[in-house]
């Protein structure tokens, strides 16, 4: 661990080891988005806390890491490969979801990591672990960029129905996206990226899951009010293998919480992972019921012509849609500055870190650094959302970089630990960090291309 040079800067970060903590167990920050969770790192040879967490705690903390925003584009994704395919995918990336689960169960067990960052560095050394923390930091910048576009699409809407505007008809000059979304940032979201407590924010936990039950639930409600037919292409449309591999990372997205998964197993009462199976399969069929009801009905009412965000397709008169978008907007308004929060903090250890290794000791939380981080890196989100008119293709990015947390760091666990000879613990590895990085590198470049071509 650095040293430090004064009590104050002690304190800021025992607070801030604190509070991220508290964001492992008990807020979700994904919307998207997930976990979007951090964690800093523990003392050399610290013991569990001993919090003991319950088996159904376990499973609320889960559902709050997983669900999100990403709900809003899985009617889009089930309508560019239909029914039966999106349901074969969901069940695909449960499947490996839950070997990696496993993966990192087994090594907590093992190595003691008490967080996902801490298990890569006992596992795999130092320079894993600042991989692991690299891809943090993307992976909290890309939900910022998503949280803001989110907002900017949502308040699109809601301007609409406030000038008593009709679908279709020309807009206000205030009721633009590249208008609201500055405008909402930087009345809503950038005064709350300088809170230093950010359990301020821990109702975002409870609030974020039951703002998916309810536009899961409005729907419904509203396919059922239109009492439209069922349309027999959308269930198994003739598509090739290029879509499927474009919207196998929201699917991934949509089931990635393996951040959160190691504090909490580390701290699961009484953990075995026998008992973490149970944990595993009842949030994943809960969540993949969710998923796969939004999916369908939402595909069901507009077809597969439906927005990547489904709330736009909606008319801005709809009420249940209205509340639908007023809560996931506050949802993601309050995630941001966490998302800002834990990015600046893993910025700030990755950069202590790096001048470790050159044999320079830097102080951590420095305000003026602090200051640097903060705006650099909204002001940067903001641009880019600014820029970005595809909800779907930032989703997509997000996915992406969820693969590595998914598959490629368990999956280089598990090869590592092959080194004692497990000949089939070697084979899932290479697997795991295949998929992985093809999936990265793949959705990576795809999505770029889109954007720079204006596609996206």
Same mark, same amino acid.
């Given at each position: 661990?650095?040293?430090?040079?004064?009590?104050?800067?002690?304190?800021?970060?025992?607070?801030?080891?604190?509070?991220?903590?508290?964001? $492992?167990?008990?807020?979700?920050?994904?919307?998207?988005?997930?976990?979007?969770?951090?964690?800093?790192?523990? $003392?050399?040879?610290?013991?569990?806390?001993?919090r003991?967490?319950?088996?159904?705690?376990?499973?609320?903390?889960?559902?709050?890491?997983?669900?999100?925003?990403?709900?809003?584009?899985?009617?889009?994704?089930?309508?560019?490969?239909?029914?039966?395919?999106?349901?074969?995918?969901?069940?695909?990336?449960?499947?490996?979801?839950?070997?990696?689960?496993?993966?990192?169960?087994?090594?907590?067990?093992?190595?003691?990591?008490?967080?996902?960052?801490?298990?890569?560095?006992?596992?795999?050394?130092?320079?894993?672990?600042?991989?692991?923390?690299?891809?943090?930091?993307l992976?909290?910048?890309?939900?910022?960029c998503?949280?803001?576009?989110?907002?900017g699409?949502?308040?699109?809407?809601?301007?609409e129905?406030?000038?008593?505007?009709?679908?279709?008809?020309?807009?206000?000059?205030?009721?633009?996206?590249?208008?609201?979304?500055?405008?909402?940032?930087?009345?809503?979201?950038?005064?709350?990226i300088?809170?230093?407590?950010?359990?301020?924010?821990?109702?975002?936990?409870v609030?974020?899951?039951?703002?998916?039950?309810?536009?899961v639930?409005?729907i419904?409600?509203?396919?059922?009010?239109?009492?439209?037919?069922?349309?027999?292409?959308?269930?198994?449309?003739?598509?090739?293998?290029?879509?499927?591999?474009?919207?196998?990372?929201?699917?991934?997205?949509?089931?990635?919480?393996?951040?959160?998964?190691?504090?909490?197993?580390? $701290?699961?009462?009484?953990?075995?992972?026998?008992?973490y199976?149970?944990?595993i399969?009842?949030?994943?069929?809960?969540?993949?019921?969710?998923?796969?009801?939004?999916?369908?009905?939402?595909?069901?009412?507009?077809?597969?012509?439906?927005?990547?965000?489904?709330?736009?397709?909606?008319?801005?008169?709809?009420?249940?849609?209205?509340?639908?978008?007023?809560?996931?907007?506050?949802?993601?308004?309050?995630?941001?500055?966490?998302f800002?929060?834990?990015?600046?903090?893993?910025?700030?250890?990755?950069?202590?870190?790096?001048?470790?290794?050159?044999?320079?000791?830097?102080?951590?939380?420095?305000?003026?650094?602090?200051?640097?981080?903060?705006?650099?890196?909204?002001?940067?989100a903001?641009?880019?959302?600014?820029?970005?008119?595809?909800?779907?293709?930032?989703?997509?990015?997000?996915?992406?970089?969820?693969?590595?947390?998914?598959?490629?760091?368990?999956g280089?666990i598990?090869w590592?630990?092959?080194?004692?000879?497990?000949?089939?613990?070697?084979?899932?590895?290479?697997?795991?960090?295949?998929?992985?990085?093809?999936?990265?590198?793949?959705?990576?470049?795809?999505?770029?291309?889109?954007?720079?071509?204006?596609?996206?």
């Open positions: 661990m650095a040293t430090f040079s004064n009590n104050d800067s002690i304190q800021a970060d025992t607070e801030r080891t604190r509070l991220q903590s508290f964001h $492992e167990q008990s807020i979700s920050v994904m919307n998207a988005m997930k976990s979007r969770e951090w964690d800093a790192e523990t $003392e050399d040879g610290a013991e569990p806390t001993g003991g967490g319950s088996m159904f705690g376990a499973i609320f903390i889960l559902m709050n890491a997983i669900m999100g925003a990403s709900i809003l584009i899985l009617p889009c994704s089930f309508g560019q490969i239909g029914i039966i395919t999106a349901v074969i995918m969901e069940l695909f990336v449960v499947f490996i979801g839950y070997i990696a689960h496993m993966i990192l169960a087994g090594a907590v067990d093992r190595f003691d990591g008490a967080n996902y960052q801490d298990l890569m560095g006992k596992v795999c050394g130092p320079t894993a672990q600042l991989l692991s923390q690299l891809g943090l930091i992976y909290f910048f890309t939900l910022s998503a949280s803001h576009i989110t907002m699409d949502q308040a699109v809407k809601i301007c129905l406030a000038d008593g505007l009709s679908d279709g008809e020309e807009h206000n000059w205030y009721c633009n996206r590249r208008f609201l979304i500055p405008v909402g940032s930087m009345t809503l979201i950038f005064p709350l300088w809170v230093r407590n950010i359990s301020t924010f821990s109702y975002v936990s609030f974020s899951v039951f703002s998916v039950f309810y536009i639930a409005a419904i409600i509203d396919y059922y009010k239109l009492n439209l037919p069922l349309n027999d292409e959308i269930l198994m449309p003739d598509v090739g293998i290029l879509p499927i591999m474009q919207y196998l990372p929201v699917f991934t997205l949509g089931f990635q919480c393996h951040m959160t998964s190691v504090p909490l197993y580390y $701290e699961l009462h009484n953990r075995s992972v026998s008992r199976t149970v944990v399969l009842v949030t994943s069929f809960l969540v993949f019921l969710c998923y796969m009801l939004a999916g369908v009905f939402g595909l069901m009412t507009f077809g597969v012509s439906v927005d990547p965000d489904i709330l736009i397709d909606y008319s801005s008169k709809d009420g249940l849609m209205t509340v639908a978008r007023g809560a996931i907007s506050a949802s993601v308004i309050g995630s941001c500055p966490i800002i929060y834990l990015g600046r903090g893993a910025i700030d250890d990755t950069i202590v870190q790096i001048a470790g290794k050159f044999n320079r000791q830097l102080e951590r939380n420095t305000e003026k650094r602090r200051v640097v981080i903060l705006l650099v890196w909204h002001f940067l903001l641009g880019l959302a600014i820029l970005t008119s595809s909800f779907g293709t930032v989703l997509q990015l997000v996915g992406s970089i969820a693969a590595l947390f998914m598959l490629f760091f368990p280089y598990a590592v630990e092959s080194r004692d000879g497990n000949r089939g613990y070697q084979v899932l590895g290479v697997i795991f960090m295949g998929m992985g990085m093809f999936m990265f590198i793949w959705t990576i470049v795809f999505n770029l291309y889109q954007i720079a071509t204006g596609a996206g």
